[in-house]
């Protein structure tokens, strides 16, 4: 008997493009694209670097060809000679980018159109003897696109970022280019090609279960659903589940389970008659006491199980076929109830509320066949490192390899997963949903055993295009054929393709029709803060309010904000390579920064909190200014739409994303870290924000640069009164836990003079009972007195001098040190931060401690790629103990840093 084997057709082959000039040249591995095999042999230069993104724009506008040969296996030959009915020979395409068509020995065997879909051919009659020729051809694909529409006049295709050729093209969206990522529309074979013989094979493997887990304990019943799909005269199929790294000497018999499947019986002649091969569908069940449970980082272990199916031949032992898939024990359901604020948005998992601190994630290189699971790994552990507890995977991207989600199984992060529709108003032809309904399918068959995926959601921005271009939208129409007339078709998609799928591939799962969505009620508002999620973009697009006014602009679930700034200078020497092109507003680095009109919201945003330098140090300077600057927006959103998480049955706000955590070539945008992996401060200053127990502090804010939020004129200066931050002062604190039970501490608030260093007033202490599982309020609008608040006014003279001090709070329980936060009077530009007289010691092989004798906002190391600290971008305030980072990747005396006004 024969059992599953599987040839990586991954060497061997070789690329051209049509034309007089073709030449054919060797591709390093598939996967693979046109434009990394062009860069390794010096066709083209490096499209990250400089301006050669425009240099390399020709390789879009040609058609390319891979080809490659291959042996015909033994066991295809003997099945020949011997005359053995019913083994199966498949070609596998994981993935073609993206109008492809495949030749196998002179013979069109596939036609495809869509990059997200995995094709299986059969084969076998068409193989040789010896050795096949197999070619893959690549159509441009924005060519094409433009051809569809033209194609389909009946729609309107209206398209956002990018133009509108990439409306009616199954691509990733973000390859026409975005506001942070360059225009590269390649094309290959961008995951792997495979050659599979079988008599065998296990295909849409299904794992649901009940957990039937009562409310105040983590003992759990599970009766489990395991289904699969196979292939071939097989009498015999078993499931094993049991916890991940265990074996079956060292298991707990209540925690595996062996379950066997029964079908009716297919004989070998049926099998061999048919094509394509004939399957049946196979269901097990059965029943697992106390299941150990997976968990968000957090909140509990990340318990992960492996399902495993073998198939056996008939009358046999003999093993024809193995599949393994690695699962995960939880309960997750999306609480939208109504309340005073409207209706709730957050996640409940295994009976417990779980605020969702994390990031939108975008696909990690415009390359996407350079991204090795190590990578992933390496993204998602930053994520846990910086206890971010969700990520959501946007919908201009792709739906990632399996790598990124089983980083995701095994660290704690939640992933909210987009589908593959981003800022357009998209057809609904037959051929185009037929695609769409595949891709969707596939994809929800290849997650949905995943244990961290825990929400399903339609598109991104689709549904702000009603308001923009008045399309039609009838909440109230419930007829999906009706839909398909309206100048609004993709509804259809939304909210009758995709949730059909759902139920029918992945049954229980969440799904959300959009992102933003306001449950139907509001999907002509682009931000309802009353329901639903919101994307916040009055800061920095929009209005363009100032970021301290970010505790008001949340939502029930903040599901994209943002701030841009630079990454650190050995990135963007690696992208500027001209020294005389690193300066802010240079050609190079306007180039790199894609998003329209960045240069006056960045300059605004950074002149009107910071002090500008000019000179030879501009870069570094300014570099520095931006980071602090975007640490300081990201710290006012997390901390206080955490503190709106409340406490149980108020959750005001279930969840914050920043956009974005990463970047898919080197460049300037709103990502935290950067292309290479290097963190900017802002990745920092969310770690701390969301840690198990945190402590916030904010003052009341007063706009200094544009009208009061009362819209009233001051009447003793007929403008803004610039003193109001010094002279009129209260203030918050509270304490933010995650934990599951109630700790006793005790909060400690200074008053520490900028000018100084010393304290203004006596320290206030307050006894506090911090709950679990909420936010609890330590003072709310506090009135500061005592001296320095009063501003002292010389004679005959308008001149007002004062003494400006920062308010610091401290968490202790049980006499230990927990968090601290520290508010600064805004504008940070006002203040006076020379004599800080700062120290920086190594004290052990691989630890620094900082201090300094007077407040510092904005210290940062500069950071590389490959050097880890354990925090960056901090304030240093006299009399706390100094502040100490551990360093890896560096020798601790090379650092160098920054702080404002060095």
Avoid at 96 to 107: E, I, K, S
Avoid at 729 to 740: E, G, Q, T
Wanted: glycine share 6%; aromatic share 12%; net charge negative.
């Amino acid at each position: 008997m024969i059992p599953h084997t599987t040839l990586s057709l991954s060497a061997g082959w070789e690329f051209s493009h049509d034309g007089d000039d073709a030449e054919w040249l060797p591709v390093s591995t598939v996967p693979s694209d046109v434009h990394s095999e062009l860069v390794r042999h010096g066709k083209i230069p490096e499209p990250y670097a400089d301006l050669n993104e425009l240099a390399v724009r020709w390789v879009a506008e040609k058609t390319w060809r891979y080809r490659t040969t291959f042996a015909t296996p033994p066991e295809v030959n003997n099945s020949r000679s011997s005359g053995t009915r019913g083994l199966r020979a498949d070609l596998v395409f994981k993935g073609l980018d993206t109008f492809a068509t495949v030749l196998l020995n002179g013979n069109t065997i596939l036609k495809s159109t869509n990059m997200f879909v995995e094709h299986r051919i059969s084969v076998a009659p068409l193989l040789s003897a010896s050795d096949n020729s197999l070619e893959i051809v690549f159509e441009p694909a924005r060519r094409r696109g433009l051809e569809l529409v033209n194609e389909h006049p009946e729609h309107d295709f209206i398209v956002h970022q990018t133009e509108v050729s990439r409306g009616p093209v199954r691509k990733a969206q973000c390859h026409w280019g975005w506001d942070w990522g360059p225009i590269l529309l390649t094309c290959g074979p961008w995951k792997p090609v495979l050659l599979e013989t079988y008599l065998s094979r296990i295909d849409d493997i299904k794992m649901s279960y009940d957990l039937y887990l009562p409310v105040g304990t983590e003992t759990a019943t599970a009766r489990i659903t395991v289904s699969a799909r196979l292939f071939g005269p097989v009498t015999r199929v078993e499931a094993e589940l049991r916890p991940r790294g265990t074996t079956t000497r060292d298991a707990d018999a209540d925690d595996c389970l062996v379950l066997k499947f029964d079908w009716p019986e297919v004989s070998s002649d049926t099998w061999a008659k048919h094509d394509p091969s004939p399957s049946t569908m196979l269901t097990a069940r059965g029943l697992i006491n106390d299941p150990k449970l997976w968990w968000p980082r957090g909140h509990g272990p990340q318990n992960l199980y492996e399902l495993r199916l073998r198939s056996y031949a008939r009358d046999s032992s003999v093993l024809l076929a193995e599949e393994c898939q690695v699962v995960g024990f939880r309960t997750v359901e999306l609480v939208q109830e109504k309340d005073n604020d409207g209706q709730s948005f957050y996640f409940r998992v295994n009976n417990t509320d779980v605020f969702c601190g994390g990031s939108c994630w975008i696909p990690a290189d415009s390359f996407l066949a350079n991204i090795p699971p190590q990578r992933y790994r390496k993204w998602m552990g930053s994520m846990a490192e910086g206890n971010q507890t969700i990520v959501r995977v946007w919908g201009g991207g792709i739906y990632e390899a399996d790598a990124f989600y089983e980083a995701c199984d095994e660290f704690g992060i939640m992933v909210w997963q987009d589908f593959a529709f981003a800022c357009a108003s998209y057809p609904t032809y037959p051929r185009y949903i037929q695609s769409v309904e595949t891709e969707a399918r596939q994809n929800v068959r290849r997650l949905r055993n995943h244990a961290s995926l825990v929400i399903w959601c339609g598109n991104n921005e689709d549904y702000q295009l009603i308001e923009t271009y008045g399309l039609e939208y009838d909440f109230n129409d419930k007829d999906p054929q009706s839909w398909l007339k309206s100048t609004f078709p993709a509804r259809y998609i939304y909210e009758h393709l995709l949730p059909t799928v759902i139920e029918e591939e992945s049954p229980g799962s969440i799904y959300h029709p959009g992102s933003p969505w306001g449950n139907g009620t509001s999907t002509t508002r682009k931000v309802d803060p009353t329901v639903g999620d919101v994307h916040q973009w009055n800061m920095w697009h929009g209005d363009a309010k100032p970021y301290q006014n970010l505790p008001d602009m949340g939502g029930r679930f903040v599901s994209e904000f943002g701030m841009e700034a630079y990454p650190h200078l050995d990135t963007i020497s690696r992208f500027v390579t001209d020294p005389n092109q690193r300066y802010p507003g240079s050609m190079t680095m306007d180039f790199h920064n894609k998003a329209v009109g960045y240069e006056r919201r960045l300059l605004t945003y950074v002149a009107e909190n910071f002090r500008l330098r000019t000179g030879a140090d501009d870069l570094a300077s300014f570099t520095h200014l931006t980071q602090v600057m975007q640490a300081d927006a990201v710290s006012w959103a997390y901390k206080s739409w955490r503190r709106h998480w409340g406490v149980p049955g108020k959750r005001k706000c279930g969840g914050v994303l920043v956009w974005q955590l990463n970047d898919c070539w080197p460049t300037i945008s709103w990502a935290i870290v950067d292309y290479f992996l290097v963190k900017k401060p802002a990745f920092y200053a969310i770690k701390r924000a969301l840690e198990p127990v945190t402590i916030g502090v904010t003052r009341k804010f007063h706009g200094w640069t544009t009208r009061p939020a009362d819209g009233l004129w001051r009447r003793d200066t007929g403008h803004v009164n610039p003193l109001e931050a010094f002279t009129d002062i209260s203030f918050d604190v509270w304490v933010a836990s995650s934990l599951r039970q109630t700790e006793l501490g005790q909060v400690v608030v200074r008053f520490v003079s900028v000018t100084t260093g010393r304290d203004v007033k006596e320290s206030l202490r307050e006894e506090v009972e911090v709950r679990p599982n909420s936010c609890t309020d330590v003072l709310v609008d506090s009135k500061f007195s005592g001296s320095g608040k009063e501003p002292e006014r010389s004679q005959g003279s308008q001149t007002r001098h004062f003494d400006p001090f920062i308010i610091h709070a401290s968490l202790y329980i049980g006499g230990k040190h927990i968090a601290s936060d520290t508010s600064w009077p805004d504008p940070i530009k006002y203040l006076d931060f020379s004599d800080r007289n700062i120290r920086v010691q190594r004290i052990e092989a691989d630890v620094v401690s900082v201090s300094a004798e007077k407040p510092v906002k904005g210290f940062v190391f500069s950071e590389k790629q490959g050097v880890e600290l354990s925090d960056n971008g901090f304030d240093l305030i006299p009399g706390e103990p100094p502040t100490k980072v551990q360093v890896q990747g560096a020798d601790p005396d090379s650092l160098t840093w920054n702080y404002i006004s060095q």
